[in-house]
């Protein structure tokens, strides 16, 4: 009997270690190597977790577990909110938006229409609703998804990301995109004006801080601040120079925001943007999504099925040496400054490639007018991959719209650029 007693007390000890034992952020079991692209936490205290080819996973202890749920598509679902009510709302590509009357039992078709990609959706208890995406689309619900309306956002980039309405500010919304585009609405989306954000960066993720504030991640480690409700922009000081796909607010303490990104990073605040610093991380895929229930539990997924989690808040600040850490995927930025005269820089990413692949055949940086004429070549050579930039220099050249084109043997990207003389 005693013998027993110290084996289940034995016993007891290693699970509590390995239940407890674990310091900062760590990589936990996924069902899945599906690219991930947004986690949310709902009223019940669950989290869930969708991406690529339908993937829609839940979690009922804060992320430690997961099981496979049905969502009834093979979409690349991106985008989820759950307001306070039983009307969950989920959108994706191809225009898809599927809606659950029952907190997430099933879901149900209840698309806009159109074949655009769609990126972000957001919604209130009381049916409303907006979905964004790509060429400057957004749609809007009143009654639950059972019909749309198409808005005129003033935009043809795409947009990857939008917030409200809120409860008691159903006129009002935000949203954010490609080549720091940013709009708002305070009529319901009737109509929706320009606001300036002082950057050309692709702008990913936008969330609510503190009451009244709003945070704004991009590429290139990019934060802005507003503190007037979307009217006006700020920067704030970034610990790093990584693409941030996903911002995310403490549930307990909105002072508390935190941000993960490409190859793995992770940065966080707790005195409401005033700094940010780096956190150690578990992964080197890229983080597409974070959820922070309170300020011990944090939540990230990302590439090829990865979750990562924190029950302590992932830690202080760690000295990390934060670039050049090689690109996972190609990416062609916008140009900066744009409109420009009479010079631009142009920079793009090179992926080392799934052997470690560091050198391409060529690649190819080309200036074109919209006539199609090449009118410039800036690179065509071999290059290591890594992070890139080259500088257009178009003196000579009349004002107008030109393309500018990456390609190598595996990709091409093309983008627009104004010169304004």
């Known amino acids: 009997m005693r013998h027993s007693s110290k084996a289940l007390l034995f016993s007891f000890l290693l699970a509590t270690s390995v239940a407890f034992g674990q310091n900062g952020w760590h990589v936990v079991s996924s069902p899945t190597t599906e690219d991930l692209h947004d986690i949310h936490a709902d009223v019940s205290a669950r989290e869930w977790v969708l991406g690529d080819n339908g993937t829609l996973l839940m979690s009922t202890d804060n992320g430690e577990t997961w099981s496979v749920s049905s969502s009834g598509t093979t979409a690349d679902l991106r985008s989820m909110h759950t307001p306070s009510s039983g009307n969950y709302w989920i959108c994706g590509s191809g225009g898809m938006v599927l809606v659950s009357t029952n907190s997430g039992s099933s879901w149900e078709n209840r698309s806009p229409p159109t074949a655009e990609n769609l990126r972000w959706i957001f919604s209130r208890s009381s049916g409303e609703a907006y ?4 060429n400057g689309t957004i749609f809007k619900s009143t009654n639950t998804g059972i019909d749309w309306t198409g808005q005129t956002s003033g ?7 939008g917030i409200g309405p809120t409860s008691g500010t159903s006129d009002i919304a935000l949203v954010a995109g490609e080549n720091g585009v940013i709009a708002k609405t305070t009529d319901g989306g009737t109509t929706w004006w320009p606001v300036a954000g002082g950057t050309a960066e692709d702008l990913l993720s936008v969330i609510n801080g503190p009451a009244g504030w709003h945070y704004l991640s991009g590429m290139g480690g990019l934060l802005l601040i507003s503190t007037d409700a979307g009217d006006s922009w700020a920067p704030l ?4 120079t990584r693409d ?16 993960c990104g490409a190859n793995g990073v992770l940065i966080k605040t ?19 999504g974070m959820s922070m229930p309170s300020n011990a539990i944090h939540i990230a997924v990302g590439a090829n099925g990865t979750i990562i989690r924190t029950t302590d808040g992932g830690g202080g600040a760690v000295a990390v040496k934060d670039e050049p850490a090689l690109p996972l995927v190609f990416y062609l930025r916008q140009n900066y400054p744009n409109p420009f ?17 560091s050198d391409y055949g060529l690649v190819l940086i080309e200036i074109y007018d919209v006539l199609g004429q090449r009118v410039a070549e800036l690179v065509n050579e071999k290059q290591s991959a890594g992070t890139h930039e080259v500088t257009w220099d178009a003196t000579g050249q009349p004002s107008g719209v030109y393309f500018y084109r990456l390609l190598t043997a595996d990709f091409v990207q093309t983008r627009k650029l104004v010169l304004l003389r």
């Open 155 to 161: 935009t043809t980039e795409h947009l990857n990301a």
């Open 237 to 240: 000081v970034s610990p790093t």
């Open 244 to 259: 941030l796909h996903s911002l995310s607010t403490s549930g307990q303490n909105s002072n508390w925001s935190g941000a």
């Open 270 to 288: 707790t005195d409401a943007g005033s700094s940010w610093f780096q956190q150690a991380s578990p992964t080197l895929e890229n983080l597409y």
């Open 131 to 134: 979905v964004v995406g790509e």
């Open 341 to 357: 005269n009479p010079k631009t820089e142009i920079g793009y990413h090179l992926p080392a490639g799934q052997a470690g692949i």
